[in-house]
């Protein structure tokens, strides 16, 4: 007979090698199938609720290695949820109206003015779909679980009802109001931008000074002093109606070459080096609050300037007195409101100068201020002209830069309920703990918020006019219009006229003679999305509000994180969530932004056809994903040979269970080795830290916790000692079975732990699993600590024996570096211990030559008996020879007593014992 075929080597169908990108489709199908993410609500149903809440992705494009990161973390935690305990449902969402799908049409040669508004938007909506059905392949090649079939759209008639309600309701508490105020504006959109819209990029810009000549000093100070001003907008100078002075600024007159100027005392030294004074002479003093209502005139324009008093001025930088311009900004709206300055904002929609900007009309803001500047050389009112960059808002989708223009706009007044949101942002819990004083400030610290835009593309504003222009939002228009669009969609405000909009019959004091004409702005789309815990979690019966969890990236604490919380404090009083967890972006393998002109972008599909999914899955394990994340094609090498490992592992398991029965051959814990037994401690704690991981969200703690135990406790140990048993005993042998035990033990609790990281990869082990019923591990839960007897004292012994062993095994590489033995199985190991040592070697059942992988070992003496040339330690000396005897063909252990067996005189007395009973038994 042929010995070696008397070996019980591992024998298993699980494949060596993954070839995930063909394998994973294959088990995607099968999913598909089974249904397999009904089976699993159906499974859970009944258990505590886990909702995570989606964000939606817009819907244009092929996803990005940042959605593959977001969606892959949010199928993390819900695959662990489901696992353990709670329900947990899974509703994927699509952000589907806006700029860039109009941009993507018009691309595409739609031409958008020789058609309705409802059939330009028809066109979006097939868009929008054709979108949504490419990204929700992608994302479901990765892997991710989830109602694809019934995701919550921001289009979908039902969704858009819903978001009328919330607008409704904010209206009804007195949120929603119009008014005429300066927003930021996109020339390059022709529409107003909410905050979360806008973007910081640097750009060149004219830095001018500029003398308004004082006509009407109020005895405080000379008519024909020069007031100076500082700006970057010169485009801005045709709207200013004034200028604000801090009240609690000293300000000086200063004389320069006949001329006279007033700027901040605090201001002159950089104002008097930048515009090349010699030597100004001060004058005058006074305080900024004397000033207040002197009156200037405009440098080229008939009109008055008037000085007012303004908090915002700063001595950062300028002059101490600040260009006003009501129609161009914030603080300057705010103060021209004060003084009653009124509102001029002489540019348009597309950022071109009007009739109100007198000879600059036609221009773009941009052109005019060449013009505007030379103009004001021409009147002898431009002290200097240089240039600067610096940062300056962008429109976020068309990365061309944004300016402040006053327009009407719909808004919500966030400073009527900003403590009810700023106690919502504290009762949250944040992960990381800085999202908390990130989003408490954005809140405390923003203005309202403009919610109207003026696009074709989205959910309209739904407000009728009256015949006096009075808008009219009431109880019952609102449920009429959402009723409407939950029949119809709200195309149907675009295809009717106003009446035919109304509640049949309605009548209002305001339009005596029944005619009344809608609004023609939709919502911002932050308030579409920002909508969806009413849409979604309040639509759907299967869902509730708050969710437990929002999960999106760090830039949606300006965006969705914010309007989520908005609307939501707004009509329930809460926050829509109990918490929320934010990553970060994902960059190349040098930390560089990814960019198709650099060339550095990395493709989930490329990645997924090239290595599979579940590699990218455990990419986003790896990396700490709180912080920017790094990827590239060197790293996920990295990544693919810890999956190599980590797949190995399986395999061995799976092959050495091989005729194991776990119904009839598991030993039960007390009457495993000690060796066993320590196995078990070492997987009760893999189990417990990494079930603690799950729950804290920590998965890169997970990648290495199950990677070390592999390599480790596994690998480097258990099971390179284990082979010599399983593979040469005989095959129902106590030791093998032992052995096999906690092999079997091993597998399920990897197979469970690794399923919602390596979601394919568990699945496909799973179905090779001996006397298991689940049909798949994600039908099961996550495992539980096995219960140990004496786990404290056996665990303390045998980390001292792991000790020990690394001594060990670090003089056998110095014996096999220095030609003394081949293999460890060559050597004889001596050791020489003190007490300590030698009683745990005493206490060792099982063999010591085993647990060395040597052929023969000896504990000699005390440490101070041991020879010249032992290798020393802190608690050992070890001496490594080679070994006495012969080598057995079956078991490849050196031993004397080879040949003892006249049968078979190539063998040890083991393998002759069981090749006895093994021939025996198959005669």
């Not at 959109?189 to 905050?195: D, K, P, T």
């Not at 009527?416 to 919502?424: H, S, T």
């Not at 810890?642 to 061995?652: C, D, G, H, P, S």
Request: hydrophobic share 40%.
């Amino acid at each position: 007979m042929e010995y070696k075929d008397t070996l019980l080597m591992p024998k298993t169908e699980f494949p060596m090698r993954g070839n995930l990108p063909k394998r994973e489709p294959e088990i995607q199908s099968a999913w598909n199938e089974k249904n397999m993410y009904q089976k699993v609500q159906e499974h859970t149903n009944g258990r505590p609720l886990f909702l995570l809440h989606d964000g939606p992705p817009y819907a244009n494009g092929d996803i990005h290695m940042g959605h593959a990161l977001n969606k892959i973390l949010k199928d993390f935690i819900v695959r662990y949820k489901s696992m353990s305990g709670f329900h947990a449902p899974y509703v994927p969402g699509w952000d589907t109206h806006g700029l860039p799908i109009e941009t993507a049409l018009t691309k595409k040669g739609v031409k958008r003015k020789e058609m309705s508004v409802a059939e330009f938007r028809k066109l979006c909506e097939e868009y929008a779909y054709e979108q949504i059905d490419n990204q929700r392949e992608q994302f479901k090649r990765l892997g991710v679980r989830g109602d694809w079939e019934n995701p919550y759209i921001t289009l979908k008639p039902e969704y858009e009802a819903q978001q009328i309600k919330v607008f409704g309701e904010m209206a009804k508490k007195g949120y929603i109001y119009k008014g005429l105020k300066p927003v930021y504006w996109s020339p390059s959109s022709e529409s107003a931008l909410a905050e979360a819209e806008i973007e910081y990029q640097d750009k060149r810009s004219a830095s001018i000074y500029v003398g308004f000549e004082v006509t009407d000093g109020k005895g405080v100070i000379e008519e024909g002093v020069k007031i100076v001003i500082w700006t970057t907008t010169p485009w801005t100078i045709p709207a200013n109606l004034g200028i604000a002075v801090h009240p609690n600024l000293t300000y000086v007159v200063v004389e320069v070459e006949g001329a006279k100027y007033l700027v901040a005392e605090a201001l002159l030294e950089s104002v008097a080096n930048t515009v090349s004074w010699e030597g100004p002479k001060v004058v005058k003093t006074v305080q900024g609050s004397e000033l207040e209502r002197i009156v200037a005139k405009h440098p080229f324009i008939d009109r008055e300037s008037l000085l007012v008093l303004g908090e915002h001025v700063t001595t950062d930088a300028g002059t101490g007195c600040v260009h006003t311009a009501p129609g161009h900004g914030e603080d300057d709206f705010i103060i021209g409101q004060k003084y009653g300055l009124g509102v001029l904002c002489p540019v348009d929609e597309k950022g071109v100068m009007t009739e109100e900007a007198g000879e600059f009309a036609g221009l773009f803001y941009d052109e005019a201020n060449k013009a505007i500047t030379e103009k004001l050389q021409e009147a002898g009112a431009l002290l200097k002209l240089s240039f600067i960059t610096h940062s300056y808002p962008h429109d976020w989708r068309t990365k061309k830069p944004t300016i402040f223009r006053a327009t009407a706009q719909w808004f919500a007044s966030i400073k009527d309920f900003r403590q009810d949101l700023l106690k919502a942002v504290e009762e949250t819990k944040w992960v990381p703990a800085w999202g908390e004083t990130r989003l408490f400030n954005m809140v405390r610290d923003r203005g309202d918020w403009c919610i109207s835009r003026q696009r074709a593309w989205g959910v309209p504003i739904p407000v009728f006019y009256a015949e006096n222009g009075e808008p009219i939002i009431t109880d019952e228009t609102i449920e009429h219009v959402s009723s409407l669009f939950r029949e119809h969609g709200s195309n149907v405000w675009f295809e009717r006229d106003a009446k035919d909009l109304l509640p049949e019959g309605f009548s209002h004091a305001d339009s005596p003679n029944g005619i009344f004409t809608k609004e023609t702005d939709i919502m911002d789309v932050w308030f579409d999305s920002g909508s969806s815990h009413q849409a979604v979690l309040v639509e759907r019966e299967d869902l509730q509000r708050p969710a437990d969890l929002y999960l999106e990236g760090s830039d949606q604490y300006r965006g969705w994180f914010n309007s989520s919380l908005s609307t939501s404090v707004a009509v329930s009083g809460k926050a829509p969530y109990k918490g929320v967890l934010s990553h970060g972006f994902a960059l190349d393998g040098e930390g560089r932004k990814m960019s198709k002109s650099i060339g550095n972008v990395v493709v989930p599909a490329k990645v997924m056809n090239q290595l599979g999914a579940d590699i990218l899955r455990l990419w986003v394990a790896s990396v700490d994903y709180q912080s920017d994340v790094r990827v590239s094609d060197p790293i996920l090498k990295q990544v693919a040979e810890v999956y190599r490992k980590i797949r190995n592992t399986f395999r061995f398991l799976l092959g050495n269970l091989d005729g194991f029965h776990p119904e009839t051959d598991k030993v039960a814990y007390k009457d495993l080795r000690e060796v066993d037994q320590f196995m078990f401690i070492k997987l009760n704690r893999l189990v417990k830290n990494v079930k603690q991981a799950y729950d804290n969200y920590e998965f890169a703690n997970i990648y290495h916790l199950v990677n070390n135990f592999c390599t480790l406790d596994l690998s480097a140990f258990y099971l390179d000692y284990a082979k010599d048993i399983l593979y040469c005993e005989a095959p129902d042998s106590n030791e093998r079975r032992a052995i096999q035990t906690v092999l079997y033990e091993s597998l399920l609790v990897l197979a469970k732990l690794v399923s919602p990281i390596l979601s394919h990869t568990a699945d496909e082990v799973w179905s090779f699993v001996p006397g298991i019923t689940e049909e798949s591990v994600q039908l099961t839960l996550m495992p539980d600590e096995i219960k140990v007897e004496n786990a404290q004292a056996v665990e303390e012994k045998w980390n001292a024996f792991m000790s020990l062993r690394n001594d060990v095994l670090k003089v056998l590489e110095v014996a096999r570096n220095e030609k003394v033995i081949g293999k460890s199985l060559n050597a004889k190991v001596t050791v020489y211990v003190n007490g300590a040592g030698r009683q745990l070697l005493d206490s060792i059942q099982e063999n010591l030559e085993q647990l060395f992988i040597v052929s023969a070992f000896e504990v000699a003496g005390n440490l101070d008996a041991a020879p010249e040339d032992a290798l020393k330690f802190e608690n050992a000396a070890i001496v490594v020879t080679k070994a006495e005897g012969e080598t057995c063909e079956r078991c490849w252990n050196v031993t004397e007593d080879v040949g003892q067996v006249e049968e078979h005189p190539t063998l040890c007395s083991r393998c002759a014992s069981v090749i006895e009973e093994h021939y025996s038994m198959n005669q």
